[in-house]
């Protein structure tokens, strides 16, 4: 059988030279695979084929002419996902001009936006998440009532719409924040949440009426009532912000009042309604970094509130909550230090590792394409040299849709300046 057996190192330093190779066979054989829609594989072969993971499994048979890499003693798993991100959205926090993340409208509604729209796929924050093994994440629009609309991207190169897996993957809403006190205080904005999703619903059925100008006063345009129906008939999920636990159950109501498909976002006291939440199957996106009580809104915040919530059968994708919203931007490859907290404070390991993976790609209705190692998914694959979770551990190879990228960021370009001192630095 004609093939070559080549160690990951060697593998990486041969196309150095490029962002990014083509899709082609790849077989990682010998390391220890994670699909995480199934049990671990020691030994296992993940065999990818023109973007798509081929087969996995301990006993896989590699095709002639295809590359192996040797992955023994390291650990393959899916790449991570992180569900809560502004990445291509935001280039410089303090900088109006490269924000795409907050839509001004007069009445908070802006159901319409599409945040991929004012997507940038040539961020420079992207080759560090990548770096990190994040392969995939959620951009999410904020403030207002209703933010808009966000999609499910793959971190690969190209254009936005190279970039999209679903869109839109939900709509973004909030029912109570301290940061935002001119858009109103919880019983206006639940109030103007139903009026909107009442006046969807009655948009959708007296069409022909609006047209005419024979319909009721309504509280959006068409371009907002049109994004929403996806919404309240319940194909596409409502992601609301919140934190506190009163608002939380305020959002798990207005989803078995409408029928809504909800999702909670931040969820700092979810532990204190966590069987609401399991008994409304409503999934939670939190963090493992932050115990302290950042907000009024946060005054029950701690640091085991995702393994409490698992405990309960919730259904977690982890996301950064270390707080001053670096974790959604420049820090997005930091997801795996979210998921080693988490379990540090008495998460599984499994159940982390699934909050990376697999978790966020159920949420968002994506599983089928990426979130595990299985056949017929998308060939987004990590191999890492030790446990993911420990900081000092890497990720020696990383494919997005079977492409391998090898990133130099701008913090590897740093790090390269001062290897080598000048020859006249002398030590203090």
Not at 91 to 109: K, M, S, W, Y
Not at 333 to 358: H, K, Q
Not at 362 to 368: K, Y
Not at 371 to 387: F, Q, Y
Request: charged share 20%.
């Amino acid at each position: 059988m004609n093939t070559t057996r080549i160690p990951v190192a060697a593998a990486l330093a041969a196309f150095a030279c490029a962002a990014a190779l083509p899709a082609q066979t790849v077989a990682i054989t010998g390391g220890t695979v994670y699909p995480v829609s199934g049990p671990v594989i020691e030994r296992g072969t993940v065999l990818m084929r023109d973007g798509k993971i081929a087969a996995v499994g301990a006993s896989v048979a590699v095709p002639a002419g295809a590359e192996r890499i040797d992955a023994t003693g390291k650990m393959v798993t899916p790449g991570f996902v992180n569900a809560g991100t502004q990445l291509g959205l935001v280039e410089v926090g303090f900088g109006a001009g490269t924000r795409e993340t907050n839509p001004r409208t007069p009445d908070g509604i802006a159901a319409a936006a599409r945040s991929w729209d004012g997507l940038n796929p040539r961020s420079v924050m992207i080759p560090p998440a990548r770096e990190g093994g994040v392969t995939s994440v959620v951009s999410l629009p904020a403030g207002g009532l209703i933010a808009g609309q966000a999609a499910f991207l793959d971190l690969v190169d190209g254009t936005a719409t190279d970039m999209l897996v679903r869109a839109p993957a939900v709509m973004v809403a909030q029912v109570g924040s301290d940061d935002d006190a001119d858009v109103g205080n919880r019983g206006q904005l639940m109030s103007r949440l139903r009026t909107f999703i009442e006046d969807t619903r009655y948009f959708a059925s007296h069409r022909s009426e609006f047209d005419r100008g024979q319909a009721r006063t309504l509280s959006a345009g068409r371009a907002d009532l049109e994004a929403m129906i996806s919404v309240v008939q319940g194909r596409v999920p409502l992601l609301v912000a919140a934190d506190k636990s009163s608002d939380i159950l305020a959002a798990i109501a207005l989803g078995k009042e409408y029928g809504l498909k909800v999702i909670i976002a931040g969820g700092a006291e979810a532990w204190m309604v966590a069987r609401e939440l399991a008994g409304a199957k409503v999934p939670v996106l939190a963090g493992a970094m932050m115990n302290i009580p950042y907000a009024f809104t946060a005054l029950g915040s701690r640091q085991d509130n995702v393994a409490l919530l698992r405990k309960e059968g919730v259904e977690v994708a982890l996301i950064g909550n270390a707080g001053g919203g670096d974790e959604e931007l420049f820090n997005v490859r930091n997801i795996r230090f979210e998921a080693g907290n988490a379990v540090g404070y008495g998460m599984s390991r499994d159940d982390a590792l699934r909050a990376v993976t697999l978790a966020p790609a159920l949420i968002f209705g994506v599983a089928d394409r990426v979130g595990s190692l299985r056949t017929g998914s998308e060939a987004n694959v990590v191999i890492w040299d030790g446990d993911p979770f420990e900081f000092a551990s890497h990720a020696e190879a990383v494919f997005v849709r079977g492409k391998r990228y090898q990133d130099h960021s701008r913090q590897d370009q740093l790090t390269d300046r001062y290897k080598t001192l000048p020859p006249a630095y002398q030590k203090p």
